[in-house]
């Protein structure tokens, strides 16, 4: 059942709505509100946050029908407003449209027109309300995808094509941006978004730069997987140039003043790259696993801020051609045996 607001300060319009709209009333496919002003429209909207759509005069007492509009879309940007009004001039309209609203209709209300527009907004408003769960749930890719190839994805080769893995040769990256759980701690939320989805870009283009693939993001992390030909010295290329942009980024200051530095691991090898996940649910992650990339991510848990880390495997292939200073032994997790680390210069 779809609920719309009427807003209008004439008593008889009510009665009017009610009588036109009966059967869609009584087949509960409309439920209307009433308001006799845009104060009181607010209030109700305020009570009732299901209504969908508004139909709304201009000329009312106490707030008239354009600082509602205006208000309305300030505060939520989806709901939908049709303007009914006597004022048909192009002035009316235009500054109606300008402020956000959906359509425009004329008094003395044409009943037939004003059903058909309030049946199309209404459509419009199920197919955003459509859209939204379907990024929700994951499926935006149905909106794009020829229905052939979603068939296909229902089918068992589907599924057998989600569980096939293979064993590649490549480098896996860990980059972490040191410290930033002090900015989400003290800093609004959109602050904090912000600020880290700029650091991301910054990262992001320097991978991309060297023909890497970015794996996912994990909280204030990045991983990244580099394949093909020199893929340890691409990686390398990469995290460098990621170093050094990073470090010429202006201290943030807000309530914390922060200056944000890199912390490294790179580890190169062997490892599986498939589909993880739940194909009953169709949530996978084209990713890699195994112990090149577990070493990956503990060599970067030790790496310091503005460090690039790497093991001797690493070293032994890159040793020429690259500037590196030994940083000793380490322990890292569930090895037994103790690993010789070095840091990346340039």
Do not use: W
């Amino acid at each position: 059942m779809a609920k719309i607001m009427v807003v209008d300060d004439e008593a008889d319009l009510e009665m009017l709505i009610k009588q036109k709209f009966r059967q869609k009333i009584r087949e509960k496919e409309y439920e209307f509100v009433f308001a006799g002003n845009g104060r009181l429209a607010l209030e109700k909207l305020a009570e009732q946050q299901d209504i969908e759509l508004i139909l709304s005069d201009i000329n009312m007492p106490e707030m008239d029908g354009l600082t509602l509009l205006q208000k309305v879309s300030e505060q939520n940007s989806l709901l939908r407003t049709i303007i009914i009004s006597a004022y048909g001039d192009m002035q009316n309209i235009r500054a109606a449209m300008n402020l956000g609203a959906y359509d425009f209709v004329t008094k003395p209300i044409d009943f037939t027109d004003l059903e058909v527009t309030v049946a199309k907004t209404l459509k419009d408003v199920q197919q955003m309300k459509e859209t939204l769960e379907a990024v929700r749930e994951n499926n935006i890719l149905k909106m794009y995808v020829d229905q052939n190839v979603l068939n296909f994805m229902g089918s068992k080769e589907f599924e057998k094509s989600l569980a096939a893995n293979e064993t590649i040769e490549g480098t896996v990256v860990f980059v972490d941006i040191c410290g930033f759980t002090s900015i989400s701690e003290s800093e609004k939320p959109d602050n904090v978004v912000k600020l880290l989805n700029d650091y991301f870009e910054i990262i992001v283009k320097q991978i991309i730069g060297q023909k890497g693939h970015i794996d996912k993001f994990i909280g204030d992390a990045v991983m990244a997987v580099f394949r093909g030909e020199y893929h340890l010295d691409r990686a390398l290329d990469a995290c460098l140039a990621t170093v050094a942009e990073i470090e010429k980024c202006l201290p943030f200051t807000g309530n914390t003043t922060f200056k944000p530095h890199v912390a490294i691991g790179i580890n190169s090898g062997e490892m599986i790259s498939g589909n993880i996940g739940s194909t009953s649910l169709r949530r996978l992650d084209y990713t890699v696993i195994g112990d090149t990339v577990n070493t990956a991510q503990r060599l970067q848990s030790i790496a310091g801020p503005g460090e690039i880390i790497i093991n001797k495997n690493s070293y032994e292939k890159i040793k020429e051609f690259f500037q590196c200073e030994s940083k000793g032994t380490v322990s890292l997790k569930h090895k037994s045996l103790p690993e010789e680390i070095y840091r990346v210069v340039k």
